[in-house]
């Protein structure tokens, strides 16, 4: 007799993270049947590990868990023996976990270890219910054709002009020596991405005129503020340069000034971003799904000079996202209120 499908039984909620969940497993991580696909999750987010579970069961593959707390207090500084072992025996891996200070060496060694043993790996920091059911509400493969779509059109010397109604009016120029880089979720053999995805991003030759960020903001106090749309931070740009920026909020005003001022770099525009998941309809102050967002978003700090091929500056990184807006390229519509024309 067949079995009736388990997830017949689950709730409209659960029913979402599990489409959410076969998005990951099948539609980013390639999963087949026979395989083995090793979750390393923190304790706040076990919740998420019974729709991953429940999508490998029915794709004929085994889910092997393994909980951070179980193992050693954290910050865990190093990568523990008992994940190593287990490395060799999985095809796919996926890293559910918290941002901790102190954890990025036990991370980098993850992903060493990923490209070593030629593995699938889905790096999901910071990730929450809300991002998954955000993130994930469309397949890998749409986002793919947007990105590609909107690529195809970007000439090396190509303008960007974004307006919001928030009062983003900036202007963007293209550096030909630089190079675009596309993350769109799907993941190959010996190869890692953060998840969710779906952007373009390049180090600009210039950028001038005003960024108003209302959605999400990075780094520690962006995180502990959420959602920006009450209170957007508003910035002044010349030539890459930030000139002045002011936000209601004193919390992000203080971080903000604290980022700048720490070299002679942290000021400058590293990078733009050009969001591509077309599944997200609204930020939700969250800044791994935010950055997505279809629009245009920018990056304080780092150039990402291995990826973009731009000179290097500094190390620091800060992503500052927006919403909605209408973007042109070359003078031709791009987006139009958020929604890609292309």
Sequence with gaps: MRRSSPLVRLSPGDFDLVNAARRILEGSLSVVPGETVLVIVDQARVDLVPPLAEVASLAGAECDVVILEDLAPRPIHELPRVIEAKLHDVQATILLVGIVDGEQPMRLALLERVRETGLR??????????????????????????????????????????????????????????????????????????????????????????FVCDASLGGPFGAAMGLLSSCPLRLEIEDNVVKSFSCSESSIHRGIEAFIAHDRFSSHVGTVILGTNVGLLAPIGELVCDQNLPGLHISLGSTFPDATGAAPTTTLQLSLTSFGGDVDLDGTPLLRAGRYMV
Excluded: C, Y
């Excluded at 769109?184 to 190869?191: A, C, E, F, L, N």
């Design 121 to 210: 790996h889905a790096h999901m920091i910071g990730v929450t219910r809300r991002t998954m059911l955000a993130g994930f509400s469309v397949d890998p493969t749409r986002i793919l054709d947007a990105t590609r779509a909107v690529r195809m059109r970007l000439r090396p010397s190509s303008v960007i002009q974004s307006r919001t109604t928030a009062g983003t009016n900036l202007t963007v120029k293209l550096n030909p020596a630089h190079r675009w880089v596309e993350h769109v979720g799907v993941i190959r053999p010996g190869r890692w991405e953060n998840l969710p995805s779906g952007e373009l991003m390049t180090a600009p030759l210039s950028v001038d005129g005003t």
